[in-house]
């Protein structure tokens, strides 16, 4: 389990109380907006225009890391309304591990299946502390897909690292899902949001979502943060991922990427050698 040494602050956007709900069940659902209007207006006209730039064979669920080749989101990324949501749980020091737009169009949008974030990041990261921060770009309900977790299964089970089945190639955004005895679906929690509100899981926990097969888009933006204690595996994930320092100071020893700069070349190794999705 995460825990933070620190005392709780003024700038902090979550109570105690919900930071220990947040550890005991694997979530928080942040019903407040989480960016003033117009700044929330800026990410999502943002948005709109890399999903515009994407390739014609590109499926827009697929748009991982977009900050490798897109550094303007970092105004985002590394925003105090965001900061905020996460030091509470991880601490001051604070390091962006990942964030991916996960855009399920109206009609054939890709259900997510059954799954923990820890299950692709095992060799990339220790230890295995993740907070996504997963920000509503557009209203996230059960009629379009909305995510479904699976509460306190970070801590339960095989905690954060069960065992996998292959699904055929391109009937889900990922290619594999956690095995049906090992997943009770009977105690689903479905996660919906007005766009501009937002949800933060724990990288451990099981969670997924049903095709979006209505009229209407679902679209979100996960920001994933570690404390800096976390160690990255440098010399496994150098050539394709890089880790950025968001706030306070580093107590790992990482290396970190350069948020004025894009990387292009990491983005492409990832699509020629198979490092989308998670």
Known sequence: MMTASFSPSSHHRISPTDVANYHREGYHIFRQPVFPA???LGLKNCFETILN???????PESMDVPHFQHPELFEWLFADEIMNLVEPII???????ASHFIC????NGKRVPWHEDSHYWQTMIN????VTVWLAIDPANTENGCMRVLPRTHTSGKMGFSDYD???PGEAVFNDEIKSSQRDVSKLVPIELEANQCSLHDGRIIHGSEPNLSTKRRCG???RYVSTRTRANHEQIGAWHHLYLAR???HAGNRYGDPQRAYPELARFRSQHGKNGH
């Open 127 to 130: 230890p295995m502390e993740v």
């Open 166 to 168: 292959a699904l055929k």
């Open 248 to 250: 306070g100071q580093d």
């Open 104 to 107: 399920k169009p109206k009609g």
């Open 221 to 223: 933006y996960t920001m």
């Open 91 to 97: 601490g001051p020091d604070i390091a962006l591990f």
């Open 38 to 40: 117009a700044k929330f």
């Open 53 to 59: 730039q994407l390739d014609a064979d590109v499926r």
